[in-house]
Structures are given as structure tokens and as C-alpha cells.
């Protein structure tokens, strides 16, 4: 029988040969993840319901994250990154990257693949909503919440309901100055919010195929944004040399049958794409840079498990290079390894972290999820009034980034850093157009 | 069917779509840890604490508690993050049930999975025919929502997530189901 590769990988985790859409099945878990925001509430649940002494279901599947609230005094958050210390240890779990320490990694959905915890046919599971990412390496991967979570610590399977799959085709190649960003700001416009709802979001065609593996996750990672469960895309050669080269782990991969019956199909030739913004408040309100020329901006953020990747910031210095930006630009590396990319990366024979300090770009943050959810209020980029900001993010959500008056404009890092450069909303193809 | 013990009855609370869990819950609130006592029931102080100022006021300052026990929403309730932080603030602050036309996963999910509070799906758009502070009335069954001219509205079934409902969650279930033991 054709099916998805969300009922593929869903069927080999309940042990069965084939699943339907709608139906609710227990499936086995292979990764768990979770962070210093809900892991505290996460070990609450377990140890209520199974006791303190309760061990989890297998220390190797455990991955613990923390990246939200790190470079803040608020003692709350320390006392929360406690928490997860004294249960690490007390589980001896293995894969336990400790703030202040050399594990320390960063945002967690940019962290997971990079560390070789993302394997293509697996099945993952976290405890925040962005946990859609790691279908760009073919896995199905979702978010729940802290009762879920507590749930899966103990036993290591979950009760789930089989999701429809909508099947989008891209086919075409991206113009100069468009990104996966565009991409899937352009389809959250035309399907809303809720467009994708309880559905698997499946993406194929050669336009995803053609796309470096960063912006692949770009994509999935704002799955939720239209609702989705979870983003997923078939693991080509591509995905499966990033997976070798992080992990000796054995994995099975699994593919869509590209005929299986969906719930919906969409087609796109995405060489009509243009770069774009989500309006505020929802990540829904697409529309073209080159009409919003008349919006001025207060700020730029380039960051987060979205925008905060390496490619993303090569593609923000593209445009910075031999520039100056007009307003405040904020720049946060989503983990470690990003951060280090900034010095041995180069655009136009300079390393990263020099075009951003000949651009006057405000100094390099450390890597965390910092303003991308507000947090809190001394937290690095966090709005604190009426802002215009422009951030390569993937929430524009009232109070998003901390003030309820301030408004986000979400972008691609192409975008934003043009953005910068003029000091109000623009379209990077100018830039391109002008030989940079 | 699913059932509860009595009718939900009490204020309704009134909002319309796309009501998003950094509106829920602002994300200066997630030090708190739910499962810690008092930082649940400060948790439940801090309910529906993104909306604009504009908008009457959800929770009372002394209290910590909302007069309103069901809240009514238009489309895509919960969007956003999978904070379970969302269904317990309202579940904390005193909030029964809520009656929306649909929900966004993740938080229909938790509300399930916690017992928290009852996510209920309108069969119309209630969000456009109460006003908050109206008086209300849940049937026990949960099949329909009446309003203070005494209308009855119906409510959808709440289909295969009854006996996790029943349950009180979803270790409830896993127990009742030997999933798990006891
Ligand atoms: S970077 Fe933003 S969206 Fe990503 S995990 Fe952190 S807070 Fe969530």
C-alpha cells in the first residue's frame, strides 16, 4: 500500500505494517527531548506519577537541551537549569549539555541535528513546538507538552492519533535573493494559521531536493506555524551524508511513496517566489518586501532555531558586506557551532564576525534563544516598547518578543539585513541587482 | 459519550481567533514550574496575561483567581507553543472549560493530557453571540452550551478523546488501559 512517510515511520514505531490517517496508535519513541523552560516541569510530571525513584525508560533516547533562559539573572531560570542537573545525574544520562560548561550547545532544534541525535525513519519527540525542525532529515518529529513528555520519560511510548498528510510539490529553482524562508512565509499566507491543523506537512519535488539541508530545516521548523504536527521531507543523499557525519548510530531511512493518497496536494513553482514579510501578529500575514518599502524599522534580529543557523547568517552578510546598517541589528547565533562558524566563515574574504563589526551590527550575542520569545526582562534584544522590529524569527505574535506595542515583521536574514541597511522594509533582490 | 459529574456553569470569558499561547501565558511567566505548588497556582494569576491592556481584566489581583469558568473562543485556540504552562494557567486560575470552533493542536492536546480544563469545540460561531460576563451553563454530557436567554447551543462530539477525558488524562488512561501499572 502507497503511503506517506509520516505513516511509514509512524507504522514501523507501533510495530504494524500500515496505519490510517485518524487512527490512534501507541508508538515507540527513539528521541526525547526537552529544555530548561519545560524540562523542570516535565521531570515534575514523571516523578509525581511514577515515582522519585522512577527511572527513565532509556538513558541513551534522553537529550536535555537547555537554550531559552541562559544569560539571565533570574533566579527562577537558574533554579530551573538546577533542576535538570540534579535529575542528569541522578539518571546518569549521557546527552546533558550544561550551560556554563564546555557541553553547553545552545537553541535546542539547531543543537539536536548537529549533534547526531536527528536520525532519518526515527521518531522524536519534544517538549516545544519548533520540535517540527527534524523532518528535514526525514524523521517524524513533533511537540508536546509536559505531561506527554513525563509520560514518554517513563515508558517510552506515546498514545498518538495517525495525522492526514498535505502533500506540497515544489518544483522550479529559488531566484537570487528568495530562501526557504520565502518559501514557507508564502505557503502559511495561503493556507493561514490553522491551515495545516492536526495534518502532516510533507514536502517534495526538486525545489527541496535542490535546497542545502539548513534550509530545508528553515522550513519544516515553521510547520507549526500553519498548525502542522509535523514538517517532514525524504531523506536524500544529502540528508543522509549531514546524518553519517554526525552520528555512528544505525538508522533505517524510510521515503514517501510520492503517490500515496493525501488529505490535499499543493503545487508550487517557487521560481515565482519573491522575498517577503509576515505582517504582525500572525506569521500568516505574507506579503511582498518590495510593498512595505513605506514601514520604517526600529530594529533588526537575525537569530533563533529558524534564522539563527550558519547559512543564515552568510546570507545576512552577503548583503551587510561593505555596508552600514541604519538601525540596532541583533545577532545570535542559534548554537556554539554557529557561533564559531561566525569567525572561520568568509563573505568576500572576510570572516563573519568582522563584516557584522564593520556593519555596525550591535555585539554578537551568545547562543541561546534570547529575544526570539521575549523572556525574561533582561534578556538580550527583548523588546521594551513600541519597536518596529525585523527579525528573521518565526512567531510575530503580540508580545513575541517581549513588549505587547512593539511589532514584528518575521523575514529571511536576506531581508532583514536589507532591511537593516535602509532602515526600513526592503527587498533584498536591489542588492543583488547592485552587484554585491 | 463523555460525561462529568455536574453542569459547568458560571461567566464566560469572551475572545475571538488565533488566540496564541504567548497571549495565554507571556514567556516571561515560564520560569515557573507547574508541578510546584505555588508556582501553579501563581501560574493561574498570570492567565490570558499577553492580552492588551484594552481588553477586561481576566484574573483578580488579590485572588489570583478569574470569575470566569468557561472561556469562548472563535478558530485555532492554543496556537503556538507547546507550553503545557497554557492549559494550566487557566485550569489554575479557576477556568472549567473552553468552548472554541477549533483548536490548535499542541494545546488541545494538553488540555487532554492534563485533565486541565475540558477543550470544547462549537458547532457555531459563539464567540460572535455571547458577550463576556453573560452567565452560562455546560451540560453535564457535554453536548451543549446554553446561553442566559436560555438558548441551547449544541457542542461537537468529543469523539475518540472521551476516555482519556474520562480518565482525567493521559496517565489515567495509560492506568485504566494497563499501559502502565498502577
Ligand atoms: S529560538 Fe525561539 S522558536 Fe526556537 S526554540 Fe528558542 S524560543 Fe523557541
Redesign the interface.
Known sequence: MKATLTEKIMARAANRDSVKPGE?I?INVDILLTHD??G??TI??FE???GENAQVWDRNKVVIIPD??IFTA?E??HR?IN?LRDFVKRQNLPYYYDPGTRDYQGVCHVALPQLGHVRPGEVIF????H?CTHGALGAFAT??????A??VL??G?L?V?VPETLRFNLTGSLPQGVTAKDIILRIIGDIG??GA??CAMEFLGEAVTSLSIEERMTICNMA?EA?G?NGIMNPDEKALEYVRKRTDKPFEPLFADADAPVAAEYNYDVSEFEPCVAAPH?PSNYKPASQCQDIKIDRAYIGSCTGGKIEDFIMAAQILKGRKVKVPTFLVPATVEVAEGLLTEKVGGKALVEVFAAAECEDIAPPSCAAC?????DTFGRTSGNEVVISTTN?N????M?S?DSQIYLASPFTAAASAVNGYISDPRAFFAANI | MSSISEPIRGRVYVLED?I?T??II???Y???????PEEYHKLGSYAMA?L??SFPPFTDKETGKTPYAIMIAG??FG???????A?ICLGAAGVKAVVAQ?????FF??AI??GEVYPLESTERLCDIFKTGDEAEIAADLSTIKDSGGTVHQLKPVG?VAP?IEAG???G??RKTG??GN
Open positions: 490512534n501507541w523552560v519545560c523542570p516541569g515534575g510530571v509525581r506519577e511514577l531559552h533562559y533570574d527562577k531560570a530551573n533542576i519534544g517538549t516545544d513546538s520540535t511537540g508536546i507538552g509536559n505531561t506527554d513525563g509520560f517513563g515508558t511510548k498514545l492519533k494559521v490553522d491543523n492536526y507549526i498548525g504536527k500572525l520569545l521575549g523572556g525574561p526582562i512567531r505574535f503580540i508580545g513575541r517581549g505587547k | 488565533n496564541d504567548d497571549l507571556p514567556a516571561e515560564l520560569n515557573l514550574v507547574p508541578t510546584i499577553g492588551p491592556v478558530r485555532n496556537c503556538g507553543s507547546s507550553r503545557e504552562h492549559p477549533s483548536y490548535a493542536r499542541i492536546r494538553n493530557a492534563t475518540a482519556v488524562g493521559i496517565f488512561y495509560a499501559m502502565i
